[in-house]
């Protein structure tokens, strides 16, 4: 049996020989690791092990693992009943869900569309955008990451892998993200320019049948990408000078995961259409999908779904609202987000094998390379520096090709990033 890193425990071995006979081998498994519970920002494994969660389940825990309030609801919501076929029947829990998280985004975002995943929120984003505008093409980015099923891995463009033999795709162009430290410029102003004009050429090319274009404000799965402070303020000018929908991928950056509920908010645009997804739920699977109600004008029949407005979902999701928002969680997030950079940043200065390091809030991505001068990805190195902090009892995940992700529970302290970040930089001083 092969591991990813050195071999679990006993009980995990046994379980994931069981995994890999029934399974579907589509999952890319980043650690041995076999899921026992969590609670906070920690979570065990089924041989007893804990660990220090920087992952936070892909950032769906920002209110921590096994919230005691989110906890609450579900159980209370439970007994109640747990679906209500909200896309044919009336519930008022699911409108709850809606008017508790229209007040945490901008005004002008009035109307929901509810689903189950990230994926199915940027789905409903595409969709609503083609059906106001009935016009097909859309403008994604080169590295994006959108979601895997058909109308959202169009405008996927992470990883070569993702989109093998999955030809033909919807009408979607892609155009450079401004990746400063990736891009041949002197200067950000030049790299954003450059992404500018390409994006416009695309507009101009397709003009009078382009719907919108989808972007995340920092890019997740392509490396925690974070653009120059102007990029996404030029770029709303040019939707709407060309006429198209400016839609926004909240679904790893949301939810005060950047220090604002929407990381959009950071860069001073207001989205035509947003998609929310992972934390959302507090770790019960929803998706949300939100814009103008002159926006969102489909005709009945013209999306829905079977379980959108699950009860067990809208109760947790009204739990973590109400906890980030009773929390200050976009505080914290900003406070120990700043600590937490300012260490990563020591650290790059004593090891060669950091490139770079960026990020908002809890949103943060360090890349490792082989050498700063030549900026090599490093991906062997970024592997083996996950397992050297695995097998320490810190979890983190890869991003990009060599980009390590940083984004714990919004819940973490200043003594929890003291920890951590130790057994990282022990993680790294054993790479060779």
Known sequence: MKFVCQPPGSRSRKI??????????????????????????????VDGKKYLD????????NVGHANDAVIKAIKQQAEKGTHAAFGDFYAELPVKFVEKLLTFVPPHLNNAFLSNSGTEAVEAAYKCARWHTNKKWFIAFEHAFHGRTMGSLSLTKSKPRHRERYNPFLPVVHVPFPYVYRMPFSSEDECVQYCLNKAEQMMKQHQGDIAGLIVEPIQGEGGYVVPPQNFHRELKKLCERYDLLYCVDEVQSGCFRTGTFLASEQFGVKPDIASLSKAVGGGIPLGVTLANKKTMNWEPGTHSNTFGGNLLACAAGIAS?????????????????SYMLKLLNELKEKYEIIGDVRGRGLMIGVEIVKDKYSKTPAEEEMQQILCNAAAKGLVVLGAGKSVIRFCPPLIITKQQVDQGLQVFEEAVKKVK
């Open 16 to 45: 994931i020989a069981r995994d890999n006979k029934v399974i579907s081998s589509s999952y890319s498994r980043e650690f041995d690791f076999v899921f026992d519970h969590a609670k906070g920002c920690y979570i065990w494994d």
């Open 54 to 61: 920087f992952a936070a389940g892909i950032a769906v825990a």
């Open 321 to 337: 609202l109400e906890f980030m928002r009773k929390e200050k969680l976009g505080d914290n997030a900003k406070k120990q987000g």
